[in-house]
């Protein structure tokens, strides 16, 4: 099945700072999307692209859809304690079978210092 | 606002139980999708369904079976609980269609002894 490649595993960065993080694929995706899991909860959708090219904001976060189709990245500003989670990209394929299957990638952890 | 809700948040069975967790979603959402996310393997799916009664396996559907009555709800089984069933199970569900997001209950988090 297809592949996700997200980097960096885990980061630790100064509140304030900027956060980038991006996820690869040897497949092409029709949707590429990035959720934010709180510790002991489900992951919820932060961003959805639908088109190559694509970019959109979501407040402090911007995330594009790679003109490939095989990769994505998503750009978090001025970072805040509460930005402190694992975020997750997810590409989704049409599968043929009437439905949609995501493929994810393992997860960025971030952590935010006061 | 979509609603996914998980039947228990904690769930602790010990070995050779049957366990039954269950996922309700308020939306009318035509698929329901079964997970399990384990540290440094992030999300994989176990089962999933497009349709009332209809079912298909994902990537690790080995110990687990699913049932679908009703379109608002997803079962998913485990017939012989194991310790490597030790895990935190998320459902998700999305419409039919093109592009649909998933979205996904709180989890639960099972142990089994």
């Known amino acids: 099945g297809q592949q996700l490649n997200q980097s960096p595993q885990s980061m630790f960065i100064q509140e304030g700072e900027d956060v980038s993080m991006n996820c690869t694929s040897s497949?092409?995706?029709?949707?590429w999307l990035w959720y934010k899991q709180d510790p002991g909860e489900g992951p919820v959708l932060l961003i959805a692209l639908y088109k190559a090219g694509e970019l959109t904001s979501n407040g402090r976060l911007t995330a594009q859809f790679g003109i490939t189709r095989k990769d994505s990245f998503l750009n978090i500003s001025a970072s805040i304690p509460s930005d402190v989670g694992i975020y997750f990209c997810a590409g989704q394929l049409y599968s043929g079978a009437g439905s949609y299957q995501l493929t994810f990638g393992k997860g960025t952890k971030l952590s935010v210092i006061p | 606002d979509v609603k996914v809700t998980q039947s228990s948040r904690y769930l602790v069975k010990r070995t050779g139980e049957k366990v039954f967790l269950e996922c309700v979603q308020d939306?009318?959402?035509?698929?329901m999708f079964w997970y399990r996310q384990d540290p440094g393997l992030g999300l994989r799916l176990i089962y999933f369904?497009?349709?009332?009664?209809?079912?298909e396996k994902g990537d690790i559907p080995e110990g687990y079976s699913v049932s679908r009555e009703k379109k608002e709800r997803f079962s998913l089984i485990l017939e012989s609980a194991s310790t490597n069933q030790t895990s935190m199970y998320l459902c998700?569900?999305?419409?039919?269609?093109?592009?649909?997001?998933?979205?996904f209950g709180p989890g639960t988090r099972l142990l089994v002894l």
């Open positions: 939306m009318d959402h035509e698929n």
């Open positions: 497949s092409i995706f029709n949707t």
């Open positions: 369904s497009y349709d009332v009664k209809m079912k």
């Open positions: 998700a569900s999305s419409l039919l269609g093109g592009g649909e997001t998933q979205y």
